[in-house]
């Protein structure tokens, strides 16, 4: 079982903590006898093993450890949205090894891989209960597959919690399974794994032993501290860590709200068994940023200069300074001022114009009817936003009741201004930046956890107008691949590849690699038309593939839908020289749809459907949800024509990722982020180039999502 390797800038590291601990630290803000939901053993709201139909507030979310005599259990749970509940989880199984290849694997312990999902049916009502049902360790191995139905009621300090499970939930088999009466197929549940495991067995379903459960939640006078007790619906015969001794089918346990980041967990479950554990916890939701920044620009109608006395270097400053948009290039036509310029502060725009339209209103003499301020990213002119300056400074002065900067603005698609004359530019040729980088995989068959830890180099260079060379190169500081296998190909030992191994064999490229060049290529991009944008790009276009390839993309301003298509031929690079070729290649392409589900606020629905770098087709779908302080969670998943037998173990490529705004953590505003992503196995079918820029992200200010 191999996981893939991930480049994650480092301090990508400290972001997931920082979040976690940027809240207020007092206990007792809990509100009395509604304490927030804790969390289960699984992970995810619950009592100790048993689920519960609660749901956090939506953008909860929570890093657990969970330590029992068998098992040792790490999850991460996410409030996706109110109705939504998400869980993923490792567990380790102390009494299984990971194979029985000890000379490869040696005497690690089974690590099995698991993802939850919870459904609110109904929320609670004075005389309903919330009603939710969900389901554990969808797809993969499906130790612990189980489904249930839960309602929780809130009686004063108590929250009752009865329900119904099926699979691991099940086993008890105190009740006849209801599904039964209706359908024989409902009586007997299938074993084994579907496919090559990695694929949601609907066919296994609250089919086979049910078995009801119940608790109690005590929300004690003294805040800090719950109680909990429940009826455990599973008889541990044959467990996943063999047969365990059970005493008494009930569990106990307390949590202990030691911050308001931090809970910590004590139970005694199944009569004779110690659980302990710690649950950090944020709400994407409620995190803002803490900046130092420069105050907003005051209005100074008495300094305004006399035509021809503008301090045009001193505008570009402040424009950097203080609105963020950087490198402006300032063109004159008539009375009329262009200001060109890429925003690197901002992720707010409306933060960004206000700030930009107080400095025109200072800095440009009266005899300046307009200014009209495009916005560019990679020198692509996105939008524009016009500023009336009469309105402006009128406005700004609070001529009249309810003034707003906003009214004497308009946003329209950007110009040509290839006639006007130039009054200022900045040399803004070179951009250089290093970066400590994170390179992890988690769940190998050598080493749970496998990292190296080094630096990024990034060189890009403006040759011309629409001309771009970068060049990136990566060198090693601090590894463990020592326990890595030369010979293992990302395949289990009975499982050959069918297949080009186009990822499986990514560790040829990195374990003997101290210093790697990661990208080397020229770029030409261009506004083609009005919402048209174009590239085209050659060379070394990642760590593992080179070659030459283009990218349209149609995108209507301010609009929740866009499209576009890529085309590429790339060939395999070898894994010991930093130029040479290996014999494959391929053409590698997707169409590509990108829309806003007017129905669910800020999530965002992505479509690739074309041919991927192992020559099978098929279609990769992602779903993502922007929360209220710009964080991105995402999950994504590709189906392609390549059987789950030829694919190997997983079925499909899938995964998750968080992607967290560096202004949430730092003290000025920025509109960079940093990525966690998670792909549970690396596998070769269903594979997408990496190209280095992408026009969908470049794009962005046309219709802000992430804010870049």
């Excluded at 909860?60 to 749970?77: G, P, V």
């Excluded at 612990?144 to 809130?154: G, I, L, P, Y």
């Excluded at 066919?203 to 005590?218: D, H, I, Q, S, T």
């Excluded at 990661?518 to 080179?546: C, I, S, V």
Aim: with cysteine; net charge negative.
């Amino acid at each position: 079982m191999n996981q893939p390797f991930h480049f994650v800038n480092y301090a990508t590291l400290a972001a997931a903590v920082a979040l976690i601990l940027h809240a207020p630290t007092r206990a007792d803000e809990l509100t009395p006898f509604v304490p927030m939901p804790s969390q289960s053993d699984f992970g995810g709201t619950g009592l100790l093993q048993m689920p519960s139909a609660r749901m956090n507030k939506e953008g909860e979310f929570s890093i657990n450890y969970f330590d029992t005599d068998q098992y040792r259990r790490y999850s991460l749970s996410l409030q996706l949205f109110p109705w939504l509940e998400t869980t993923v989880r490792y567990v380790d199984v102390r009494t299984r090894l990971y194979s029985q290849n000890t000379e490869f694997s040696g005497d690690q312990t089974l690590k099995d891989k698991g993802i939850d999902a919870k459904f609110r049916l109904l929320k609670e009502r004075q005389w309903l209960p919330e009603l939710s049902v969900g389901a554990r360790d969808m797809g993969g191995t499906g130790l612990f597959a189980s489904e249930f139905v839960a309602a929780s009621k809130r009686i004063g300090p108590l929250d009752l919690t009865l329900g119904m499970g099926w699979g691991y939930l099940g086993t008890r088999g105190n009740i006849s399974n209801p599904f039964c009466e209706v359908a024989g197929g409902f009586c007997e549940r299938p074993q084994g794994t579907l496919g090559s495991g990695g694929k949601f067995d609907v066919n296994k379903m609250f089919r086979g032993p049910a078995a009801l459960f119940g608790g109690v939640e005590y929300q004690t006078p003294w805040q800090p501290l719950r109680l909990k007790l429940e009826y455990d619906s599973n008889d541990y015969v044959n467990d996943v860590a063999g047969t365990l001794k059970v005493d008494t089918p009930m569990n106990v346990g307390a949590v202990y709200r030691a911050f308001d980041w931090l809970d910590v967990h004590a139970g005694w479950e199944r009569g004779n068994t110690m659980n302990l554990g710690v649950t950090m916890r944020t709400n994407f939701n409620e995190l803002t940023p803490s900046w130092n920044d420069l105050p907003h620009p005051q209005y100074q109608p008495d300094a305004l200069p006399n035509a021809g006395q503008e301090d045009w270097g001193t505008l570009q400053g402040d424009l950097a300074n203080n609105a963020g948009y950087r490198n402006a290039t300032v063109l004159r036509q008539d009375n009329t001022v262009i200001v060109t310029a890429e925003q690197a502060k901002y992720r707010d725009r409306a933060e960004a114009n206000a700030r930009a339209g107080m400095l025109f209103a200072n800095q440009l003499p009266a005899d300046i009817e307009q200014v009209r301020l495009v916005e560019t990213k990679k020198n692509l002119p996105l939008t524009e936003q016009q500023f009336d300056m009469t309105a402006l400074r009128q406005a700004a002065d609070n001529a009249y009741i309810g003034a707003s900067l906003n009214d004497a603005m308009i946003q329209a698609e950007p110009g040509d201004y290839s006639d006007a004359t130039e009054v200022a530019a900045v040399d803004s040729r070179y951009r250089f930046g290093v970066s400590p980088v994170l390179q992890q995989s988690f769940g190998g068959p050598e080493s749970f956890y496998i990292y190296q830890i080094g630096l990024l180099g990034d060189l890009e260079t403006n040759l011309a107008d629409h001309w771009l060379a970068s060049t990136a190169a990566y060198v090693n500081l601090v590894d463990n691949y020592d326990k890595l296998d030369e010979t293992y190909n990302g395949y289990a030992d009975n499982d050959n590849p069918t297949l080009p191994q186009v990822r499986t064999l990514v560790r040829k490229y990195i374990k003997d690699s101290p210093v790697r060049l990661q990208n080397l290529q020229l770029t030409w991009m261009d506004r083609l038309a009005p919402n048209w944008y174009a590239q085209a790009y050659g060379g070394y276009l990642e760590l593992m593939f080179a070659g030459a390839g283009g990218e349209v993309l149609y995108r209507p301003q301010n609009t929740n839908w866009a499209l576009g298509a890529n085309l590429n031929w790339v060939k395999q690079r070898d894994f010991d020289s930093q130029f040479g070729m290996l014999d494959y290649a391929v053409t590698t392409g997707h169409l590509g749809a990108y829309y806003e589900l007017p129905w669910l606020d800020d999530t965002l629905l992505q479509l690739q459907s074309g041919q991927y770098l192992a020559g099978d087709k098929g279609a990769t779908f992602e779903l993502s949800h922007k929360f209220d302080s710009g964080v991105v969670a995402g999950a994504f998943a590709t189906f392609t024509n390549v059987s789950s037998e030829d694919y190997g173990e997983g079925s499909f490529t899938k995964g998750f990722y968080v992607s967290i705004p560096f202004d949430l953590l730092t003290v000025s505003p920025s509109t960079t982020s940093s990525t966690i992503s998670w792909v549970p196995l690396t596998r070769d079918g269903g594979q997408m180039l990496g190209r280095r820029y992408g026009l969908y992200g470049l794009t962005d200010a046309r219709s802000p999502y992430f804010g870049l």
